[in-house]
Every structure is written in structure tokens, then in C-alpha cells.
């Protein structure tokens, strides 16, 4: 982690586990980001976050990015568009939202 913040690099922690993710974001000196998941309160899946690490994503300045992945966004066979903007709104009020323009590395 430390030489990926050194040379700028993004660290992305979608196909990572929970435990992972929580200690990635917590030791990171630049802010993470989530580019492809959803959330596991919305959908039971090993790969969706938890509440817990969303709100320390937000805490430390990163970003997260949800994904159109079916199984994903739910583990019923009949999605819609609200499905998807589920887990937006869903983020947006646990996390908040910051229209900032952000540089995510140092």
C-alpha cells in the first residue's frame, strides 16, 4: 500500500473481501476507491460492500462506484432501473455526496 501511494497509483478494492477493505482504506495515506460493486445490504453477495466500509471510504475521501452487474444488484431474476438507483440513493445517504472535484492521489 505504501509504495502504491507513493507513486500515485489508485488502489481499487472492489474484488477485494470486507476485512481487506477495511484495513486497505484504514492504512491508506491517499483515498481508495470501490469502481465496480453494490451494496450487501441491498444484495447478499461476497463481493457487494458493507455499510461499515462504505462510511470509511467516505470518511477518508474515496470514492465509490456502483455497478450494473445483475447479480450484483440483486439476487432476484427481474431487474429494473430502480434497482440500480437503489444502490445510488443508498450510498448517497449513507455516505453522502461530494460534487468536488477530487484529486484521489498525492
Known amino acids: 500500500m505504501e509504495e502504491m501511494n507513493r507513486r500515485g497509483v489508485l488502489v481499487d478494492l472492489s474484488h477485494a473481501g470486507n476485512a481487506t477493505t ?3 482504506i484504514e492504512v ?3 483515498p481508495v476507491a470501490i469502481t465496480h460493486s453494490c451494496v450487501a445490504a441491498l ?3 461476497p463481493r ?3 455499510d461499515e466500509a462504505i462510511r470509511l471510504l467516505a470518511k477518508k475521501g474515496g470514492v465509490m462506484g456502483i455497478t450494473a452487474f445483475p447479480c450484483f444488484l440483486s439476487p432476484k431474476s427481474t431487474l429494473t432501473i430502480e ?3 437503489d444502490h445510488i440513493e443508498y450510498v448517497a445517504k449513507l455516505a453522502g455526496i ?3 472535484a477530487r484529486r484521489l492521489w498525492h
Open 22 to 24: 477495511l484495513d486497505a
Open 28 to 30: 491508506s495515506r491517499a
Open 43 to 45: 444484495s447478499p453477495n
Open 48 to 50: 457487494n460492500v458493507s
Open 83 to 85: 434497482t440500480y438507483l
Open 98 to 100: 461530494d460534487t468536488r
